[in-house]
Structures are given as structure tokens and as C-alpha cells.
């Protein structure tokens, strides 16, 4: 999934149709995991973290051949009942996971972080793993052509950049990309338990992760002891149907926030009416479309800035300030820097894009044929205009990618614990309709959802209802069942007030958090 912002061959390949190995199964059995070596690597947020490296096969189907490595971060328990590693992820796929085992341990109650060894890890291709994966440094440089295709040269622009980009991933990493995908990443989680010495495993994942962890939970059953999913991916649509279900969702937020803007209207003097916001914002998009601000902030990177508004409104008042300022005076500055703080995370982040891209483009069948797109799009465009093409071009690479296509897994099962659901309704990246569907299709599994909430990743952000429900989980197991499709109610995180009133954004965790989440999946 797009999950912030952000993903994309020599001659084009067939996509085929490559089965998954069974439930549980591989090819051949896999090779005994080698210990793990922890060294300390604390920082001044997280002094007890420690790291370390494991060696696993980079074809799981060949245990002894090419060895990657995967890099690793652990908080160690320090309480008896003793509950086995906690293995966490921030999502993407690409995001890297060893500093939110530093964040988890630290802000999940001591009684319960101190009964487990919190796991971190960067997936394959990911961060500190080893190879790290950078098909095209500044693929995101400022300042890219217009997203949205008004005109056959823009179209044939935008197509040049993500046909280009995928031919360089091929050209770079051929022997690597076959062996990106979530069932190879799943794999080597259970290679990480084998090292851990343990018998089961818990696992938390965020967006992209709650996916990751039903796949790993599909495969090995038997080696599951908690499972949290927290803003999930509908399976049902990965990934081509999931990203156009986002740009609904994302604009749904994008007028949230327009809305939440005409409220202070006193501070922002954009207008009362949130048409009249929304007509001023799509006004400013169109005059960077001609002149960039700063040199830097055209209309694509204005779209870039905003869409992290959709994940988490404690942006919103920051975002709200440079808009205000542009309009008022044409004053760039501060749009530039709400582009450098949020939006250029792609730019910054070359490895993880390129993870996404691989990860997703591997998993599944997408289109081929650019007429289907461009109908798709457009069509969503016409109802959803805020994010669609954005989100088109994030994603275009795999209409070129330069493997086969493996064919998804089916995640429901009946034969692990029951796992805990965590969604917003109004969650824009994984919309809502991913924790209804998975929670029927994990047996016994309970959904905890944040009424009227429309950020992504909803746990330990400073909603106390929606973290005691976490805390008791993962201390005994407790899990809500209610009576209908929904188990559990939380009451939103309030919204922000404006800066200038003193009372900005929301909690430091939420904002922590979602630094270490970043954006699109």
C-alpha cells in the first residue's frame, strides 16, 4: 500500500502467475538458524536497545545457497513470565523496524514491555539488511512533472519517469528482485524465531505490517502467541484495487482537513465555507503548477506535502500555516519547509520506495496495458480528484516491473489464537473495510475500532481506551468479542487546535509514532 507518500525494465516482462507454496510449506527444509549476536546500540531515547544480524537464504527454496542479511534491534525482557519475542513492524513495505522496538518497549506499560523481548528488524532489501536496495537515487527530486495528465506530454513525462525507474531496478538488482515479496519476508521472520531460540512468536504490525503478519501467521500456524494488527490492508485487494480504494479515502481526509481549517477561520483567513478552503487549495495547486515555489514546491510536491495529512491530523495545523501564508502574500518559505518536513520523506527515502515498489510489484498480478490505468484513474479522478494521479505514479512501476507475478496467499485462518483488530473508520491509507474483512477471516480474532478516528496507526499514539485494550492483550491474551461485526467502540483522538492557540497537535507519542511509521503502507 501507498503508505506515506510514495512507489515504481529493460523490456517488459509477462507478468505470470507463480503459486505460494502451501501453508507451511517450502521447497526444501529450511537451514537451521545461526544464534544472534546482540551488541548495545542504545540512543539517547532508547538506552536498552541492542542490535544485531542474521544471515538468511536469499531463495528460501534453496537454503544453501546466496545469503542475505537481515538487521536487527531487540529490547530485552527484564520481568519473569517471560512471554517469548514480540516481533514488531512500522509497515510500507520498506519502512524500517529497528527503532520502533526502541518506541514500542518504551511506551507500552513496563508490566507488559518487561515480559517480552521486543524485536525489531529491517526486512530484506530494507535500511541496515544487507543488500540495501536503491534502485534509482532522486527518483522524487523536485521538481517532477505535473501528476496529473492534463495534456499527452505530461502523460508521456510521468511514463518516461516510472518506465525509466523500473528498467533501473532491473538493470541494478536482477538477481534480488525475484526473492522481494512478502511471503520471502514472512519466511525470514520465522528464520528470526528459529534464531531467537523460541517456539512461537507474537507479532504487531502496522498497515503494510498487518499484512506481513497475517501472511507469516498463514504460514506457520503453530508458531503464532499474539498477533496485533493495527490499520489493516484489505487482502482482498492487493494491491492494484487497494491504492484506487485510497485516493477515495485520501480525498474524503483532504476535505476533513480543508474543513478543519474554514473552522479557524480566525486563524487561517481562508474562508469559513471548506468549499471555499478547498477552492483556495486547488487554486494554489494550479499556480505551482507554473511558477514552484521556492524553486522547489511545483504542483506534484504540493500534493506530496499534503497527503501526510491524511495519515495523521497532528500535521494538520502546520500544513494549515503554510497555506495560509502562501495565499497570503505568496510568502514561499514556509512551503517549502512543510515540503522538506513531510513531503520530501521519498526524496530522502530512495531505499524505501524502492523496497515498496519491489515488494508490491512482485506480489501480485497488476495491469500491463496503460489503457486500463488511464481508465481507472481517470475515473476515480473525476470523484476523487486530491490524490489519485499522485497515487498512480507511486504505484505505475509495476505496469513494467521486470519479474513475474506470484499469486497471493489466502490469509484466512482458523488455526492460530485469536488475534486483535485495530481500525479507524476514517482511516485513509488502509481504509475500514480492511478490518471488517480481516477480522472475518481470521477465526475468533476481535476488532477494537476508533470511532469517527481518521489517523493511520491508532495504538499507542495517546488514546487510552484503544491502548488498554492493547496492553491487556498482550499481558494475558483478553480479547473483546461483541455481538455484531465490531467488538469493541473507542471514543477519537481529538482533533488539533492551531498553533497559535498554544493547544497544537496531538500527543508527542502520536507524533513519534508516526515519524517512525513515515507514510504509504
Known amino acids: 500500500m501507498r503508505t506515506r507518500a510514495a512507489v515504481l525494465c529493460a523490456a517488459a516482462v509477462v507478468a505470470g502467475s507463480v503459486s505460494v507454496p502451501p501453508a507451511g510449506a517450502t521447497a526444501r527444509p529450511a537451514a537451521p538458524a545461526s ?3 546482540w551488541k548495545k546500540c542504545g540512543t539517547t531515547d532508547y538506552p536498552t536497545l541492542q542490535c544485531g544480524t542474521l544471515r538468511v537464504p536469499l531463495d528460501h527454496r534453496d537454503p544453501g545457497g546466496t545469503k542475505i542479511t537481515l538487521a536487527l534491534s531487540r529490547v530485552p525482557h527484564t520481568a519473569s513470565g517471560y512471554q517469548g519475542p ?93 526473492h522481494l515479496d512478502t511471503v520471502s519476508a514472512a519466511q525470514d521472520m520465522d528464520l528470526i524465531r528459529q534464531a531467537l531460540k523460541a517456539t512461537r512468536i507474537s507479532y504487531f504490525g502496522y498497515s503494510y505490517g498487518t499484512y506481513l503478519g497475517a501472511v507469516y501467521a498463514r504460514l506457520h500456524p503453530d508458531r503464532i502467541h499474539r498477533l496485533v494488527l493495527d490499520s489493516v490492508v484489505d487482502p482482498t485487494g492487493v494491491w492494484y484495487d487497494d491504492n484506487l480504494a485510497q485516493d477515495h479515502a485520501f480525498d474524503e481526509r483532504h476535505r476533513a482537513l480543508m474543513a478543519w481549517i474554514a473552522k479557524y477561520d480566525a486563524t487561517y483567513r481562508l474562508g469559513s465555507d471548506p468549499a471555499r478552503v478547498e477552492a483556495e487549495w486547488y487554486a494554489m495547486r494550479a499556480e505551482l503548477a507554473k511558477k514552484p515555489a521556492g524553486g522547489t514546491v511545483g504542483a506534484s510536491e504540493l500534493e506530496d506535502t499534503f497527503i501526510p495529512g491524511g495519515y495523521y491530523n497532528g500535521y494538520w ?28 520523506v521519498d526524496a530522502s527515502g530512495d531505499n524505501g520506495y524502492s523496497v515498496y515498489a519491489a515488494v508490491q510489484c512482485r506480489d501480485t498480478s497488476w495491469p500491463r496495458d496503460w489503457n486500463q490505468w488511464r481508465k481507472d ?145
Open 377 to 521: 484513474n481517470w475515473a476515480a479522478y473525476e470523484k476523487a480528484p486530491f490524490m489519485v494521479w499522485n497515487n498512480a505514479w507511486y504505484n505505475a512501476v509495476c505496469a513494467s516491473w521486470p519479474t513475474s507475478a506470484l499469486k497471493p496467499p489466502d490469509i484466512a485462518n482458523r488455526k492460530i489464537p485469536p488475534a486483535l483488530l485495530f481500525q479507524a473508520t476514517d482511516d485513509a491509507a488502509t481504509p475500514y473495510q480492511g478490518g471488517v474483512t480481516v477480522h472475518r477471516l481470521l477465526a475468533g480474532s476481535g476488532l477494537v475500532v476508533e470511532q469517527g478516528g481518521g489517523n493511520h496507526g491508532i495504538t499507542l499514539s495517546g488514546n487510552t481506551c484503544l491502548d488498554d485494550r492493547l496492553a491487556a492483550y498482550l499481558a494475558d491474551g483478553t480479547v473483546p468479542h461483541g455481538d455484531g461485526t465490531v467488538d469493541a467502540v473507542c471514543p477519537r483522538t481529538p482533533d488539533p487546535k492551531p498553533l497559535s492557540t498554544r493547544a497544537a497537535s496531538t500527543s508527542s507519542r502520536g507524533s513519534t509514532l508516526h515519524g517512525l511509521l513515515g507514510f504509504r503502507g
Open 35 to 37: 544464534a544472534v549476536t
Open 317 to 344: 495545523p502546520y500544513l494549515a500555516e503554510a497555506f495560509s501564508a502562501y495565499v497570503h502574500g505568496r510568502k514561499t518559505a514556509a512551503l517549502v519547509e512543510a515540503y522538506r518536513n513531510y513531503g520530501a
Open 86 to 178: 514480540l516481533l514488531v513492524n512500522p509497515g510500507g513495505p520498506g519502512g524500517s523496524g529497528l527503532s520502533l522496538a526502541g518506541f514500542v518497549a518504551a511506551t507500552l506499560p513496563k508490566e507488559v514491555a518487561a515480559r517480552y523481548d521486543v524485536i525489531g528488524f529491517d526486512p530484506r532489501g530494507v535500511g541496515r539488511s544487507s543488500p540495501s536496495v536503491d534502485c534509482a537515487p532522486g527518483h522524487f527530486d523536485p521538481v517532477r512533472p505535473d501528476s496529473v495528465p492534463s495534456t499527452p506530454a505530461l502523460e508521456q513525462a510521468n511514463l518516461q519517469r516510472v518506465r525509466s525507474f523500473a528498467a533501473a531496478c532491473g538493470k541494478k538488482y536482477a538477481s534480488v528482485l525475484p
